[in-house]
């Protein structure tokens, strides 16, 4: 939270904006369902699943085995869980059966 507000406020002061005062607002929590479908497509074009590509509901079940996770690679369901978290606690880390690919999965919150 701090490095994101750091890069914010040095992206405004480089474009001229003097006086900067950044508000983090943690209530209501943000949850995955706030996330756009550009901001899915955006994550997924990065390499990282985003939650639910093709389903319509999410799985709360922390750890849930039965969720169907999209390789973003190469779109290919036949994936497996790695590891319960990947390069932060929101995602987890997946492997493609298909392209043998690793991706981050970004987790129903
Ligand atoms: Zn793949």
């Not at 929101?90 to 392209?99: D, E, I, S």
């Amino acid at each position: 939270m701090d490095v994101i507000r750091m890069n914010i406020r040095m992206v405004l002061l480089q474009h001229g904006y003097k006086n900067v005062q950044i508000t983090t607002v943690l209530s209501p929590a943000w949850t995955t369902d706030w996330m756009t479908e550009a901001g899915k497509q955006k994550l997924e074009d990065y390499g990282i699943a985003p939650p639910n590509l093709k389903q319509q509901v999410c799985n709360t079940q922390l750890f849930a085995e039965d969720e169907a996770v999209q390789c973003p690679h190469c779109g290919s369901y036949n994936t497996r869980r790695i590891s319960e978290f990947g390069s932060t606690a929101c995602k987890a880390q997946y492997q493609c059966n298909a392209c043998h690919e690793p991706f981050d999965y970004f987790k129903c919150h």
